[in-house]
Nanobody, 122 residues
Framework: EVQLQASGGGLVQTGGSLRLSCAASGFSFLGYAIGWFRQAPGKEREGISCINFNDNSTFYDDSVKDRFDISTDVAKNTVYLQMNSLKPEDTAVYHC???????????????WGQGTLVTVSS
């Protein structure tokens, strides 16, 4: 059975840090681009970071650049999102998605995982 599960969310104060995990089972991340999305209440979903396993290239939206870091543990088939200097506007449900490399990051044609809630208090 194919599963993609995001975890690691929680409540944190402004300026704090969290590390999210995106774990896959039933398939290997190799051959995929793994993207992190978030959706805040009343707002559209946005893709904020991605790693392409074809060349290990990474992408960060301007809203999270220099604060968030995406990394991988191939042996664990897991992608992490280290989130530092968190702000109240980072409050959202965070999801990860695995899209076939030919389609690229954020294409949403592959697998989509259950999200994890991040709440940043002011």
């Amino acid at each position: 059975e194919v599963q993609l599960q995001a975890s690691g969310g929680g409540l944190v104060q402004t300026g704090g840090s969290l590390r999210l995990s995106c774990a896959a089972s039933g398939f290997s991340f190799l051959g995929y681009a793994i993207g992190w999305f978030r959706q805040a209440p009343g707002k559209e979903r946005e893709g904020i970071s991605c790693i392409n396993f074809n060349d290990n290239s990474t992408f960060y939206d301007d809203s999270v650049k220099d604060r968030f870091d995406i990394s991988t543990d191939v042996a664990k088939n897991t992608v992490y999102l280290q989130m530092n200097s968190l702000k109240p506007e980072d409050t959202a449900v965070y999801h990860c998605a695995a899209d076939p490399i030919p389609t690229g990051c954020f294409s949403l044609v592959g697998y989509w995982g259950q999200g994890t809630l991040v709440t940043v208090s002011s």
